[in-house]
Structure formats: C-alpha cells, structure tokens
C-alpha cells in the first residue's frame, strides 16, 4: 500500500486429529458479498478437529481494502483514486507490477495453493445486481464436478468463464475447485447460505474429513444445469421493472423487463432470445444504457468459454 504495509488477511485452521485430505474454503475475493464469509464461517464453526481426519483451512477476507469499504473491488491508488477487480489477478505475481497483483501472488504461492487439495472460493452477487443460489465450475472436470453435485442448491453454471479468477487459478494447478454463488451482495442470506453450508459439509464427507451420512444434494433439489449466461443488456436509460423473478423458467422470445423514461413512457421492452432459467437481476432500479438487467441460465451448444459474469 501507499504506507508500505501489507495487508493481513484473517485465517482460520481446523486440523483433524488424523491425516487426511486439506480443503480450502475462501470468502472476500470481492468486498461486499457478505453471504459468502458467513458461510465460510458456519461451516469453520460446525467442526470438531478431534471427529476429523485431515485439515480445513478458511480465509475470509481475502481483499482486505475491499472488505473495509465493504466495496466489489479493491482500492488503489493510480491517477488518482482506482478500482481493481481481484477475481481477474490470479494467481497474482509476487513481483508483479501493482499491489493488488503481489498480494494475489502472496496469498496463493505461500497460503492458499500449498494446503489446498481441493479449495472453494465463495462468492454472490454485485453490489446493484442479485443473483440466486447456484455453483460456478467447470463441470467437464471430474473431480470438480463430483463435489459440485453435492450442492442442495437449483441452478449449476457450467462454465470455464474467464482466466483470472480464483477457482480457475487452483484448477490451473492441479487442485479441484469452484465458486459458489450466494444470493444477493451487501446482505446475509441465512436461508440461502444454509444450502451452501449442508453442500460444503457434504463435500468434507466426500473427501473423508468428516464421517457420516450425506445431506441433501442436487439430486434433492432437481438442480438445472445450463453452460451459458445469455445477458440481457439495457439499451436505454429509466426505471427498469421486471416481468419474471429469480429462478423462474423463462421461454424464447418471452417479455422479461420493460424500462420507462422520466415522463413514465415505455422506452424499452427486454426478451429473452432463449430459453433457461433466470439466474441474475439488476436489484438497482435505475438503469443507463450497457448495464446487464438480467441474465439467464441456458444451453448453448457451442458454448462461448469467454462469457461475462457477474461473479
Ligand atoms: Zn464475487
């Protein structure tokens, strides 16, 4: 930082009495998606490190200067005041450039890589846009997807997305991982991040930390899997008001938001060229041009690698 000091980040090692397999669970990648540090503490608080074999590591503010300002991006100082994006650094470079790089590079050569055989880095919407309950991962990888189906939660987006986010950077080095998504940013969401919670104790059970029977999973839930995000992307400036909530299936051609200027006019009326399921919603009712308003869960079958995502 401008001072010369790091920032510490806060992390917290459940060990089990026996060896085992090491999981990673990791929140506050972005600033101000609070649903994913509770759940990161919940499942920390549930366990017993005498009943378990192996280790469960959580760090629950990864973007200190973020979390502070309970803000998506991490602040730094370029021509003047600058936001940067931590869910594109990794897996950062020690010796990089820019601050947020280094402690990206800090965080996963010394922390997060070394005592990780599998890792989770939780996440929720954005500050202006929900999201509903649903896991990020790229389901083509088996043992990605053998912890992802262990989720009690309804959408699974199965998707390579872009480099530079956390759960690619540990898949890039040979340890299984994913993001899960938690609702809403800024707020909890107990009933939600309990879903997450019944998923993560699931996955220690699968990779033998914990004893005992499953919880729900996906199976229980009738999860929709899709592998595309088609956004649905404001052309005018006005109110928006949807037609359709989260998680409601929508078909092609279907009316999903109309937008009314400041005479109260219908200046604009959004479809969706696809059929899928409603995965995220601008919760800000204000809109400019360029800003997604919803996006919708689907398949593609030629799937774009490169999507974009409010992640
Ligand atoms: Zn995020």
Not at 199 to 222: C, E, Q, S, W, Y
Not at 240 to 263: T, Y
């Amino acid at each position: 930082m401008p001072t010369g000091q790091h920032w510490y980040v806060s992390v917290t090692v459940a060990r089990g009495a026996r060896p085992g397999k090491r999981v990673v669970l990791v929140s506050g990648v972005h600033g101000d998606e609070m649903s994913s540090v509770h759940a990161v503490q919940s499942v920390m608080n549930q366990l017993d490190p005498a009943e378990m074999s192996g280790t469960v590591m959580a760090v629950t503010d990864v973007s200190r200067p973020a979390i502070e300002g309970m803000q998506r991006r991490w602040p730094n100082s370029g021509r003047g005041a600058d936001l940067i994006d931590m869910n594109r650094e990794w897996p950062g470079n020690e010796n990089g450039v820019t601050a947020p790089s280094r402690h990206a590079g800090l965080l996963f050569n010394r922390l997060l890589r070394p005592n990780a055989d599998a890792a989770i880095d939780f996440h929720t919407g954005t500050t202006g846009f929900d999201v509903t309950a649903f896991n990020l991962a790229s389901m083509d990888v088996p043992e990605v997807r053998a912890m992802v189906e262990l989720y009690p939660v309804g959408q699974i987006f199965d998707n390579h997305v872009y480099p530079g986010v956390l759960h690619n950077a540990f898949v890039d080095a040979g340890i299984p991982s994913f993001t899960p998504e938690i609702g809403a940013a800024r707020v909890l969401n107990l009933e939600m991040t309990s879903l997450f919670v019944e998923g993560t104790m699931n996955v220690l059970k699968h990779h033998g930390i914990l004893a005992g029977p499953m919880g729900r999973t996906g199976k229980d839930v009738g999860v929709y899997i899709g592998n595309s995000a088609l956004p649905i992307i404001a052309t005018q400036g006005g109110l928006v008001e949807h037609l359709v909530k989260l998680n409601d299936k929508v078909e092609v051609g279907q009316k999903v938001a109309i937008q009314r200027n400041s005479f109260g006019q219908v200046v604009a009326e959004y479809t969706s060229s696809v059929a899928g399921e409603v995965t995220g919603q601008r919760s800000d009712a204000m809109s400019e041009p360029g800003n997604p308003l919803a996006f919708i869960l689907f398949n593609n079958t030629t799937p774009d690698s490169r999507e974009t995502y409010p992640e």
